[in-house]
Structures are given as C-alpha cells and as structure tokens.
C-alpha cells in the first residue's frame, strides 16, 4: 500500500488548536472572554500590534466549489448597512481595549470583498484607521474576484497602504469553470494583475485548487502554464473538499463521480507540485508555494512564520480580531465566532452585543499542544521543554506517531520531533497525533487508513 492510501484520512488543516468543532462551548463565558481579550491587548499591542481580520460575505454568484461563508445577492444596498455594522462592532472592541490598537495586519476575506464599491472599501477602512495606528510595516491584504477587481478598487486599497492581493483563480480549464460556475478566462485575470502591477502592489496571490470535477493532469498542465506566465508572488494550492451534506445546492451541481478519486487527486497535486518547483517556487509550509524574495519565503526561511485563522501570515501576532458575520477572533487564549448569518450578525450588533455565536478558553494543556502543532505547521518542528514530556497529551502523541516514524515521516529526538522531506505532505496527519480534544471525542479515530 502506498503511503498515499496508508494516510488517506479527514484530518484538519490546523489553523487553530482546539479545531472549532471541538471547542468546549459549556466552559466559555463571554465576560471572561471579554477580560482574556483585555488582557492579550494589554500584554501584546505595544510590542507586536494586532491583526484584524474582516468577513465581507456577500457574492453576486454562487461558485458551487465554494466552502465560504458567503450570502449571494445582486443587490448592492447591502453595502453600505452592512459597514456601518461592521464600524459599530470594531467601536466594541475599541471600549474593551481602552488605548488605541497598533494594527500589523489586515486582511478582507469573504465572500467576495470586490462586491463592494472602492468608496465604501474606503470608508470602511478609514473608520478603521481614525481609530488605530498603523504600523509602518502592516501587512494589509485583500481576497479579489477577477471578475470585479477594478483598477478603481486596486487605487483605493493602494492609497491606503495595501500592497498584496488574492486573486482566486481556482482553474483555467474552460469544462471545470463551467462546472463550478466560475468563468474567468486567463485575459480577464492578466488585465487585474496587470492593473495591480502597475498601481503598485508588490504581492500577488494565486488560489487554485485541485480536486474539482473535471479536472484532468493535461488540464492541470495547461493552466499553471498559465500561471507562471503571470507569475504570481504566491501561490496556494489548495485540496477541494466535496461536501455536498454541508453546503448544500451548489455542490450537488455534480458528483462523486465527476470528482478526480483519491490516486488520480493526489498525482495532481504532485504535478502542480512540480511545476511550481520548475518555475522558482519554493514549497512554504502547507499548500502555499513562493518566489524567493517573497515576504512569505522570508518569514519561512527566518523561522517566523506565523498560521492563525488567516492562514500562514508573515505577521506575528497573539492578537486576531475578526469582525464580520462568521468572523473569528483569537486572542491566544480563547477563540470566538461571530454569528454566520448576516440578519443575526446585524441584529446583535444594532442592540449594542457582541454578535458571538460560541466560543472556547484554552487551558494549559489546549495552550501547549496549541504552541506544537503551531511550531508543526509553520517550520516542520517543534522542540520539547522536559515539562512538556510529563504530559499526557504529548506522549500519547508521540505513541501514536509510532508507525510514521517507521515510515520515515518523522524523526523523534530527545528534545525535538522532526519532520521529514518525505513526511511534510502527511503534516495534517502528524499535528492530529496531538489533537488530544479529537481523540476524546473520537477514540477509533486513526492517523492512517484502517485498511492497513
């Protein structure tokens, strides 16, 4: 059996530790949230500054590969209510913190950000910024559509300080757009880059994904030829998830049967893999790949590294406030969400509440296996502090990572666990090794197929 199948199992992309769905929801208490949030600020606004992470959900189509939390429309009166609610919440934080926050980083996801006019972008950031600083070097970034990415937007953002943008791309083959409701075609996409280029941005990013129905090795080929001909800064290449129970209608459009099954997926990773690798780029920790020079190649190289709710980030802060519907906040020790539905969103916000939906407070064990699994995922290693050792969390782990270390996956040293070149495309099975929360919950639950 390859160790392609061997490891063939859902395990989560770490973007936190707990993972949402194991967040202890009884013990969380919004008050003690509040006073933890005031706490990290205290701590760390001064020293590292805080990220900010706003959800702007709304789309004019639905893309039916999409696991977002987004709300389609073609209304565009929605804009403008929905920012004033977005400045009423970041006002609430405000009165928590008590000074006046020192921004890092900024990042408007969605959904599609560019459904939104350039003015009220504007708008909304300068409500943002007439009550922070913003740190000379602030990462600021934005998630675009091709489709509406105007160069109107692309100055605004610019103008205030924004240098990279996300451009989600997904695929070029014309069959896979069609069937994922996403036509772009490769003209579209260079006249937004080249837009951006010339107004100044200085890193552009390239989501793609591999997986989605139809998708075939020669198609794969053509469409990162494409790519490179762009040359993107970044690229995140990314697994598609199939889960039409989830997300309803959009990925019932096709099935089981039109999705590339499990060895024909993986060999397009590798080929995208190698392409990347032909062209300059280098390999960043998960399913991000970068040209040498690059902020994100830099932190990697430096150890600095950072992976919070965003993704990998060059900025490293404790701090993570999300506003938005669906929005998450991290405050290193506790996690909130903010309630998925816009009307819900808006309601709580307009009666002068925080518009959280659940939430979870780490405790020390949550804490230490958060800082290994973080380490895991952002350098590929961890050291051990002999306090660490004498819990239970981390030797049951180490037990079960047993068999990747007969498979080469992993180096266990006295004081440090490794990751191998071979096993950095098993990391999500290595860091699930210390998801202590999922193997309560979850006892036959296995680092690899059962099947072995």
Not at 36 to 59: A, M, Q, V, W
Not at 149 to 174: N, V
Not at 195 to 217: C, H, K, M, V
Request: hydrophobic letters at 35%.
């Amino acid at each position: 059996m390859s160790l392609i199948s061997k490891y063939n199992v859902a395990a989560p992309r770490y973007t936190s530790y707990p993972t949402v769905p194991y967040w202890d929801e009884g013990s969380f208490d919004a008050e003690g949230w509040k006073m933890l949030l005031k706490r990290s600020f205290t701590e760390t606004n001064d020293k590292e500054g805080i990220s900010l992470y706003i959800h702007l959900p709304f789309c004019e189509k639905l893309c039916t590969y999409c696991g977002c939390n987004k709300y389609i429309t073609v209304n565009h009166q929605v804009e403008e209510p929905y920012i004033d609610t977005l400045l009423k919440e970041w006002k609430m934080y405000l009165a928590v913190f008590g000074n006046k926050p020192r921004i890092k980083e900024i990042h408007l996801g969605g959904g599609t950000p560019t459904f939104f006019s350039a003015a009220n972008l504007g708008k909304l950031l300068k409500g943002i910024y007439n009550s922070a600083v913003i740190l000379p070097d602030a990462s600021l970034s934005v998630e675009g559509h091709p489709g509406n990415t105007t160069a109107a937007h692309l100055q605004t953002l610019f103008d205030l300080g924004f240098r990279r943008i996300s451009l989600g791309i997904q695929d070029f083959d014309s069959r896979v757009q069609e069937v994922i409701n996403r036509i772009q075609p490769v003209e579209m996409v260079a006249a937004v880059v080249e837009n951006a280029r010339r107004i100044g941005f200085t890193s552009i990013n390239f989501d793609l994904i591999y997986g989605l129905p139809l998708q075939t090795p020669r198609g794969m080929r053509e469409t990162i030829s494409e790519v490179v001909k762009l040359r993107p800064d970044r690229i995140s290449f990314y697994s598609y998830a199939h889960v039409p129970w989830i997300k309803g209608t959009g990925q019932r459009r096709y099935t089981e049967a039109d999705l590339p099954q499990e060895e024909e997926k993986r060999k397009l990773y590798e080929l995208g893999k190698s392409l990347f690798y032909l062209n300059g780029y280098t390999e960043i920790g998960m399913d991000h790949f970068a040209l040498p020079g690059e902020a994100l190649h830099e932190a990697f190289e430096a150890g600095t590294l950072h992976r919070n709710f965003m993704g990998y980030t060059v900025s490293h802060t404790s701090l993570l406030v999300g506003l938005g519907a669906s929005a998450i906040g991290d405050n290193w020790y506790a996690y909130v969400q903010n309630e998925k539905q816009v009307h819900a969103y808006q309601e709580k916000v307009n009666k002068g509440e925080f518009p959280l939906v659940k939430g979870h407070i780490l405790n020390t064990e949550d804490l230490l296996l958060r800082r290994h699994i973080h380490n895991l995922m952002c350098n590929f290693e961890t050291q051990w502090q002999r306090a660490d050792t004498q819990c239970d969390a981390i030797v049951e782990g180490l037990q079960r990572l047993q068999e990747p270390e007969k498979d080469e996956l992993v180096k266990v040293l006295p004081h440090k666990l490794v990751v191998t070149p071979k096993g950095k495309p098993f990391i999500r099975n290595i860091c699930m090794a210390f998801d202590a929360r999922l193997w309560r919950q979850l006892p036959q639950s296995h680092l690899f197929s059962k099947a072995i």
